[in-house]
Nanobody, 123 residues
């Protein structure tokens, strides 16, 4: 399985962006997809996760502003980011896992990763 993330860019505070993560290969292996983000010198942090038939999960810092979704037919996951803030500036990574885990916030459990896409929010 390969993941290809895209959609990053520059936006002003209060703006919106939509990130995409397209999966290729044996995509039937994927059950859980998630987004993490990382800024230089900081650990990678959980942003959002979603699995078929399960309610999406969000970090408190993005709850109410970000929406994770998935188009099974297109093998693509999305992260709609609204009301962006300067503190949302980071490299965003998509990740996938074959089965659900209650420890979805922990990046060590993910089997597949996409490359980062940079989101910059100016004040």
């Amino acid at each position: 399985v390969q993941l290809q993330a895209s959609g990053g860019g520059w936006v002003q505070t209060g703006g919106s962006l939509r990130l995409s993560c397209e999966a290729s290969g044996v995509t039937s292996y994927i059950y859980l997809m998630a987004w993490f983000r990382q800024t230089p010198g900081m650990e990678r942090e959980f942003v959002a996760a979603g699995g078929s038939g399960r309610s999406p999960r969000y970090a408190d810092s993005v709850k109410g502003r970000f929406i994770i979704s998935r188009d099974i037919g297109k093998n693509t996951a999305y992260l709609q980011m609204n009301s962006l803030r300067p503190e949302d500036t980071a490299y965003y990574y998509c990740a996938a896992r074959r089965v659900w885990t209650t420890d979805y916030r922990n990046d060590v459990w993910y089997d597949y990763w996409g490359q980062g896409t940079l989101v910059t929010v100016s004040s």
